[in-house]
């Protein structure tokens, strides 16, 4: 009892710290995983806690909500068409990566080739949560962010049937191509094979039921349930939570109401949100700093090794994609080179790493702690600048001087009601109020004027402010919709028909009154019977 009321109070205490660091981000311009780790290792550096960081509480617990949002969210036309190169830098580039670095870790450092191949294949899988987040931030391209995030969810599952054929190839001394390959095409397709019966499964059951508990549960379920049965044939767990969010997040909706699609969007963004909360402060936490230090020369050449092999990986795969599929312009490889960030997995892979491998089982260790950890402080963090420097996030003109305008009028008129304020309390006299109050007010109209021009010069300046003042009045019509059915003014069948016409406005991004329905003649005229009637 005690031990859970330990590990209880660690784990509210480790969201305590996730909440406050995400509040803290919202001033600062870093990545919120990047202030994660940076809390972290603050925290580890003051009083170092004992935390054990298994590969079972990464690969089980946290990897699944996380894979299986990302895929939930992509759109499967779009996948489609950007299929070849995703699958090709997924794929090929995963074992090019891994020769690669292998091969030259073997000529620098002192691990021989197997156990290097082994980093090679675990370091391979990126993770490009802090990227994606930072793309969606800026307004980066959606193709872009595409080609990161799809990567990232393929490669994933491939970097750990890799990772384990070349590991039982370093434990037993014996490599067969032939059955190498066939085991590769086997884990791999098998957990695609149960991701999408599980997936289209769960998708059958979703278009039956229309109680959102019960549909976000069934989707919690398929996370979970679709890795761990995979994992039970033997087959790639993460693959197969990457095809079930893909077929459940494109088939799923479409037999869920409103309301259903709005919690559970939700629900999985908050899941994610946890998830990766826990797995970069966990990062933060593990961080052995002296011992990296200590270590400073094989750490220096393993990132010198992964950057090179990123960049071959990168640029001679991403010639072939421009001929086989859309080209991808080269700005845009030079950040999908950068983006390659490394995470959670080559860390759950790297802890998974078994004693039989021998003393080299700790360099690998502290040499992947140490990519991991220069990727996240040092290419997450320089991200910004280089889609500023590229020109792939640029600041429209209109938009700059629109804000200005705005935030102009804003301050004029916040000025005014202020005056009034003051004067209303008697704190300025009637002839300075009767002075100063319609000064303000000639040089806010004055403003006003000059941001109307500018809306008729450039019409799509508005149409983000209006889309997001009518989701903002919509939220608010939903919360006084629920605070009716909590007072009792409301009963439920009420609440739940008008909660769904505000949802299915908030869904399609339209007005609510287009979403009302007509009213009925038949209604009024009895209403109207009934009080002449009385009358």
């Known amino acids: 009892m005690e031990r859970f009321i330990s590990t209880e109070t660690l784990v509210i205490e480790l969201l305590l710290v996730a909440s406050l660091v995400a509040i803290m981000v919202r001033r600062l311009r870093i990545p919120y995983t990047v202030a994660l780790v940076i809390v972290g290792l603050i925290l580890t550096s003051q009083q170092p806690l004992e935390l054990s960081m298994t590969p079972e509480l990464i690969l ?23 299929l070849p190169g995703i699958l090709l830098m997924a794929v090929v580039g995963v074992l090019l990566s891994t020769l690669i670095v292998g091969g030259a870790l073997s000529l620098v450092t002192p691990l021989a080739l197997p156990v290097a191949l082994v980093f090679g294949a675990l370091i391979s899988a990126t993770d490009p949560v802090a990227v994606v987040a930072l793309f969606r931030a800026l307004g980066a391209p959606r193709r872009l962010a595409l080609l990161v995030e799809g990567e990232s969810l393929f490669n994933d599952g491939t970097a750990i049937v890799v990772f384990n054929l070349v590991l039982a190839t370093a434990l037993t001394g014996r490599f067969d191509l032939v059955q190498g390959v066939a085991d590769f095409v086997r884990v791999s397709a098998g957990g695609a094979v149960v991701g999408l ?86 990062i933060g936490l593990q961080v052995n700093v002296p011992t990296l230090l200590s270590n400073w020369q094989p750490i220096a050449w393993a990132i010198a090794a992964v950057l090179a092999a990123r960049s071959v990986v990168t640029y001679s795969l991403g010639w072939i994609v421009n001929r086989i599929s859309d080209p991808v312009p080269i700005r845009w490889l030079h950040v999908l080179n950068w983006g390659g960030l490394r995470g959670a997995i080559a860390l759950a892979l790297a802890l998974s790493l078994p004693a039989s491998l021998g003393e080299q089982r700790e360099l690998v260790r502290i040499m992947a702690f140490g990519v991991v950890l220069f990727t996240l402080l040092g290419q997450s963090t320089t991200m910004r600048p280089l889609l500023r420097g590229l020109g792939i996030v640029t600041r429209n003109p209109a938009q700059t001087e629109y804000e200005m305008r705005h935030a102009r009028l804003m301050s004029f008129r916040a000025a005014a009601d202020h005056l009034d304020t003051l004067y209303r309390d008697g704190f300025i006299s009637e002839r300075a109020w009767e002075t100063l109050r319609p000064e303000l007010l000639a040089q806010a109209e004055t403003i006003a004027h000059a941001v109307r021009i500018l ?51 908030l869904m399609n991004n339209e007005s609510p009154t287009s979403a009302l329905p007509p009213v009925d003649d038949g209604v009024e005229t009895s209403m109207a019977d009934q009080e002449a009637d009385s009358l």
Request: charged share 20%.
């Open 197 to 282: 019966a599980l997936g289209w499964i769960t998708a059958q059951l979703i278009a039956r039921v229309d109680d959102y508990l019960i549909e976000t549960t069934l989707t919690t379920v398929l996370a979970f349930g679709s890795y761990l049965v995979a994992e039970r044939l033997h087959f790639s767990g993460v693959l197969a939570v990457v095809v079930a969010g893909l077929v459940n997040g494109n088939i799923g909706p479409q037999g869920m109401s409103p309301t259903t699609r709005i919690v559970l969007f939700n629900f999985w963004e908050y899941v994610a949100f946890l998830a990766n909360s826990f797995v970069f402060l966990l």
């Open 455 to 505: 809306q008729q010069s450039h019409p799509e300046l508005t149409v983000e402010e209006l889309e997001s003042a009518r989701r903002e009045f919509l939220r608010a019509q939903r919360s006084a919709l629920m605070r009716l059915r909590r007072d009792g003014i409301t009963s439920e069948e009420v609440f739940e028909t008008l909660v769904a016409e505000v949802d299915a406005s």
């Open 60 to 82: 089980a617990l946290l990897v699944p909500p996380l894979v299986f949002e990302a895929a939930f969210h992509i759109n499967l036309a779009e996948l489609r068409r950007n």
